[in-house]
């Protein structure tokens, strides 16, 4: 799986746009980039996903570079449930395809 | 989005003891589930991908021997540390990738913390 890098750690005022870097320069062309969280002592929660179109569901958005080097994970209106720790992973979209986590970036929102 | 769940939440048991935990795709089929560790304030690790009717594929390090993992249906695997120690102690996370509509979506179950006394 190709590498990602994130800032290890982001603020966001509550009620703002939240937007969440992610750099995966080796990116293959088969390879899709997803994003999950973990909530504290929690396991994670899938998010969104997408190969190279930008994505939309009713949590979040995704907004892929055209180039698919890098990616924004965007929370449109953040609120204090939204801190937890954000994982960037690219891999193959198969049934058996391992998710390899990296550090992540902890957002956190402040009241 | 496909429910996982996971059990227990918690347990605590004596050295040497073995503990079996659960995790069941509740709405449904799992063919290939992942079992993940966790130490404080890290990242998870991945330890084994189960499939169903099949043995279990472990990463580099983990012994298969003392972590049993056994995925007889389509919608549960089970994960036993046997003779735990302290060592051991640690957040299991088991998940399940859902195959729909040429989707491909892993999801986790609540975690497991083991702590071995």
């Known amino acids: 799986d190709a590498k990602t890098t994130q800032p290890p750690s982001m603020d966001c005022a509550e009620g703002r746009a939240a937007n969440l870097p992610c750099n995966h320069s080796t990116i293959s062309g088969n390879e899709y980039v997803y994003w999950y969280r973990q909530i504290h002592s929690q396991g994670p929660q899938y998010i969104i996903h997408g190969l190279k179109n930008n994505e939309t569901n009713e949590m979040a958005s995704l907004i892929i570079t055209e180039d698919r080097k ?10 204090l449930r939204d801190t937890a720790v954000y994982y960037c992973i690219v891999r193959v979209q198969g049934g058996s395809e391992k998710l390899v986590f990296g550090k992540g970036t902890k957002l956190t929102v402040n009241p | 989005g496909a429910v ?9 048991c004596k050295s040497g003891t073995s503990v079996k935990i659960e995790c069941r795709s509740l709405d449904f089929q799992a063919t290939t589930m992942f079992w993940y560790r ?47 120690h302290p060592e051991d102690s640690s957040f299991y996370i088991c ?16 975690g497991t913390r083991l702590s071995v006394l």
Do not use: C, W
């Open chain 1, 70 to 79: 890098s990616s924004t994970l965007i929370l449109p209106h953040a609120t």
């Open chain 2, 4 to 12: 996982v769940s996971q059990h227990p939440s918690r347990v605590i």
């Open chain 2, 38 to 84: 966790q130490f404080p304030k890290k990242s998870l690790m991945l330890m084994a991908t189960s499939n169903e009717g099949s043995k279990a594929t472990y990463e580099q390090g983990v012994e298969k021997d003392k972590f049993l993992i056994n995925h007889a249906s389509l919608t549960l695997s089970t994960l036993t540390v046997t003779s735990a």
């Open chain 2, 95 to 110: 998940s399940a990738a859902e195959l729909r509509g040429g989707r491909n979506i892993q999801y986790f179950g609540a």
